[in-house]
């Protein structure tokens, strides 16, 4: 059971390149989430889904886009990146009021 | 807007100790309330999910409580492992299962 799965793991991108993050998950969950964990600031959550077809703002949702076209896929875009995107990126998933399983992270570096 | 402090920011104790990590929320509307366990550069593993009917749920040698009505839980870890090392997250949920996260207690036993 593979549970949530994140790609990739590591990425450098230069200032103004875009890239995709693609987070999968197995478990037929309806809620979805893309967070960002920064030394200092903790997790916060980026954008979010409640199902498939649906996104909505988190609390710091510019510069990112989301897409969720399957209900076990949600991507994750940065259009132009730029180095405060710099960051360790978790995708979670859950039923709802139950447990959130999260994904191993994605390393992002924008130089 | 509902904010998670958690303390101390990090503990270092002799293994065998029985210890306890703390977690206060400013909004007692919750929906639940998880405990995460995060090694380094890993991503979270869930220990344990109350749900705010709930006022404790054990697993192991992990305990967790809950009050609602005064915004605060704790993680009990009995019997400290070397293993137990890492850093534990709480977190919150109110609204489409949206996690808010507390900045977390990084956890040293010391063999």
């Known amino acids: 059971n593979a549970g949530v799965t994140q790609t990739p793991k590591f990425r450098v991108l230069k200032t103004g390149q875009s890239m995709t993050l693609l987070c999968a998950q197995d478990?037929?969950?309806?809620?979805m989430y893309w967070y960002r964990q920064d030394p200092g600031m903790g997790l916060r959550l980026i954008h979010y889904?409640?199902?498939?077809?649906?996104?909505a703002k988190g609390e710091v949702p510019d510069g990112y886009n989301v897409s969720r076209l399957k209900k076990q896929n949600f991507l994750l875009g940065l259009e132009s990146a730029a180095p405060s995107q710099t960051s360790v990126y978790f995708c979670?998933?859950?039923?709802?009021?139950?447990?959130?399983?999260f994904g191993q992270g994605t390393r992002l570096t924008v130089v | 807007k509902q904010e998670v402090t958690q303390i101390p920011a990090a503990l270092s104790v002799p293994e065998g100790e029985n210890l306890v990590l703390n977690c206060s929320f400013t909004?007692?509307?919750?929906?639940?309330l998880q405990w995460f366990r995060q090694d380094p550069g890993k991503g979270l593993t869930s220990l344990l999910l109350?749900?705010?009917?709930?006022r404790e749920q054990t697993s192991g040698r992990l305990n967790a409580s809950l009050d609602k009505s005064s915004g605060r839980s704790t993680l009990y870890i009995a019997a400290s492992q070397p293993g137990d090392s890492a850093t534990y997250l709480c977190?919150?949920?109110?609204?489409?299962?949206?996690?808010?996260f507390g900045q977390g207690t990084r956890l040293t036993i010391n063999p």
């Open positions: 977190a919150v949920t109110k609204g489409a299962q949206k996690l808010v």
């Open positions: 478990m037929n969950h309806e809620y």
């Open positions: 889904s409640v199902g498939e077809g649906t996104t």
């Open positions: 109350i749900q705010s009917s709930q």
């Open positions: 979670a998933s859950g039923h709802g009021n139950t447990e959130a399983f």
């Open positions: 909004d007692s509307a919750i929906y639940n």
